[in-house]
């Protein structure tokens, strides 16, 4: 597997260690776009099918993975694999470190624009 860009590591380390916010709450590894949207799809749901994230998101597989790679290696996201159908499933959630991450970034964005 080749590793990530260095935009996306960038992002991780910009967020200071495994992708601890700002004093502020601002935290550069939830703000790229299709994160910030991962973990909006996340927040009100125990948990989410890779394939309905795909949908909601609209974007490729391999977008999808890359983002949640990020997410997961911040420790705000995590991945479970179960057998429903014969067919292997991956289901996603926020870790209790990334739903609290994720309202301080809202949190933090809404201050900004306020």
């Given amino acids: 597997m080749s590793p990530r860009p260095d935009t996306e590591r960038s992002a991780a380390s910009a ?12 935290d550069a590894v939830i703000h790229a776009p299709v994160r910030l949207r991962i973990c909006a799809a996340l927040d009100p749901v125990r948990e989410i099918e890779f394939g309905t994230m795909l949908t909601v998101l609209d974007i490729s597989k391999s ?10 290696d911040a420790g705000y996201v995590v991945q479970r694999r179960a057998v429903r159908d014969t067919r292997q499933r991956v289901r996603l959630g926020l870790t209790d470190r990334g739903r609290r991450a994720y309202k301080g970034h809202v949190a933090a964005l809404r201050r900004i624009v306020g």
Avoid: C, E, Q, Y
């Fill in 15 to 26: 967020a200071g260690p495994a992708g601890a916010a700002d004093d502020d709450g601002f």
């Fill in 63 to 72: 977008a999808l993975s890359k983002h949640i790679a990020v997410l997961a």
